[in-house]
Nanobody, 125 residues
Framework: QLQLVESGGGLVQPGGSLRLSCAASGFTLDDYAIAWFRQAPGKEREGVSCISSRGNSINYVDFVLGRFTISRDNAKNTVYLQMNRLKPEDTAVYYC??????????????????WGQGTQVTVSS
């Protein structure tokens, strides 16, 4: 079964950090770009960051620049999202999704063919 599984979410205080993981099973990540999205209650799903299949092209949405870092370890079939200096407005369910080769912020959701189930991130004091 082809799937992506997110983990690493939780409750953190403002200014804290979390590292999300997106583990692939049933396929090899090497040929795929992976993007992280998030969706807060009552809001549309939005792109946060994405990394190309080789890791040489990385994009971030403006409001996470300098705070979030995406990376991948193809040997572990996993993509990570390190989130630092978290803010209450970062509270959302975070999803990872795959697409071919390269991705960019703002790509239509239909371009991503496999999605994880999501992991909840709550930033609150």
């Amino acid at each position: 079964q082809l799937q992506l599984v997110e983990s690493g979410g939780g409750l953190v205080q403002p200014g804290g950090s979390l590292r999300l993981s997106c583990a692939a099973s049933g396929f090899t990540l090497d040929d795929y770009a992976i993007a992280w999205f998030r969706q807060a209650p009552g809001k549309e799903r939005e792109g946060v960051s994405c990394i190309s299949s080789r890791g040489n092209s990385i994009n971030y949405v403006d409001f996470v620049l300098g705070r979030f870092t995406i990376s991948r370890d193809n040997a572990k079939n996993t993509v990570y999202l390190q989130m630092n200096r978290l803010k209450p407005e970062d509270t959302a369910v975070y999803y990872c999704a795959r697409t071919r080769d390269v991705c960019g912020i703002g790509m239509p959701l239909r371009e991503f063919d496999i999605w994880g189930q999501g992991t909840q991130v709550t930033v609150s004091s």
